[in-house]
């Protein structure tokens, strides 16, 4: 049982242009979701991170929508760049985030210049 | 500034063989996770450690798995007996422990190939 799902597999855009990465969860208990940026050869990197008592949180171009009823977060990156190319992970998480984290399976990012 | 810091970073073994994957996590960080990366896959939790409770071992997929945490710093995850399937990236990760929002911060992992 797959807790959290997301989409697209794969993602391309072109610079300046907004990408949109959809995530899903069936666990009514999480209550901590972030957002992980991954690099080739590199670890996870968070990126940012949305607790369910709030509808969006902006950091810089990133944004988190949260759709409680829906059970549906999202990741914005506006203006992408060339640089944001990578692979970007949607998770969930119970106990404000000190406990294990449930993956979504990962989204491949490219933006050409 | 440290960060999570793993060892070997690539480790290349026999079918059968015992591994040994080592974490240094965040000075001062009482939580310790371990993940699993499998190729084209997302990370997978195998085993949590927070302070002095005893771990949550719930993601280990079998008995050939384990993990300690000495001293509640340096931890170890241990694959005996190794398996194709073992192949993977073994990722660990820290944070400052039982508060809210508290991120995790990832090592690069460890990149085990069994042969």
């Known amino acids: 049982q797959q807790q959290v799902k997301q989409s697209p597999q794969s993602l391309i855009v072109q610079k300046g242009g907004i990408s949109i990465i959809n995530c899903a969860y069936e666990n009514t208990a999480f209550d901590y979701f972030p957002w992980y940026q991954q690099f080739p050869g590199k670890g996870p990197a968070l990126l940012i991170a949305?607790?369910?008592?709030?509808s969006e949180k902006k950091e810089g171009r990133f944004t988190i929508s949260f759709n409680k009823s829906a059970k549906q977060f999202s990741l914005h990156i506006m203006d992408s760049q060339p640089g944001d190319s990578a692979t970007y992970f949607c998770?969930?998480?119970?106990?404000?985030?000190?406990?294990?984290?449930?993956f979504g399976k990962g989204t491949k990012l490219t933006v050409n210049p | 500034g440290a960060g999570v810091s793993q060892s070997p970073s690539n480790k290349v073994t026999e079918k059968g063989k015992d591994v040994e994957l080592r974490c240094d996590p965040i000075s001062g960080h009482t939580a310790l996770y371990w993940y699993r990366q499998s190729l084209g896959q997302g990370l997978e939790f195998l085993i949590y450690f927070q302070g002095n409770s005893a771990p949550d071992k719930s993601g280990l997929p079998s008995d050939r798995f384990s993990a300690e945490r000495t001293g509640g710093s340096v931890s170890t995850l241990t694959i005996q007996r190794t398996q194709q399937e073992d192949s993977a990236v073994y990722l660990c990760a820290s944070s400052l422990g039982q508060s809210s929002n508290q991120p995790q911060h990832f090592g690069d992992g460890t990149r085990l190939s069994i042969l």
């Open positions: 949305i607790r369910p008592d709030v």
């Open positions: 998770a969930a998480s119970i106990g404000g985030g000190s406990e294990k984290l449930v």
